[in-house]
C-alpha cells in the first residue's frame, strides 16, 4: 500500500531553503520521502506524536538534528507536509 505525499506550497517553499542550506543532506532527505510514501510506520524513519502547540502533528527523522513535521492522516492515506528544518525550528 502506498501513500499520497500532500506538499503545500508553504512547504515547498521551506523545503527549498532547506536544500540550499544542506546540499549534503538531500539524499537522505529523498530517501525519507520515499520510504514515507511506502510504509511511514517504517521504525527508522522514528515518527512520533508532537504534543503542545503541534499537537496532532508528527514528526520523523531525516537526521539527529534535522526533522520532517506532518500531519498524518492514514486513513485516508494522506500524509501532508508541513516542515523540514532543524529540531529547534520545528519545535
Known sequence: MTYTLIYPQSYIKRAAVFAKKHPDLLKQYEKI??????NPLHPSLRL?????????????????????????????????LVNVGTHEDGY
Do not use: D, F, M
Open 33 to 38: 520521502l520515499q520510504l514515507l510514501e511506502l
Open 48 to 80: 512520533h506524536p508532537l504534543s503542545g502547540k503541534l499537537h496532532g502533528l508528527h514528526s520523523v527523522a531525516i537526521t539527529s538534528l534535522y526533522r520532517i513535521t506532518l500531519e498524518l492522516i492514514i486513513h485516508e492515506q494522506n500524509i501532508i
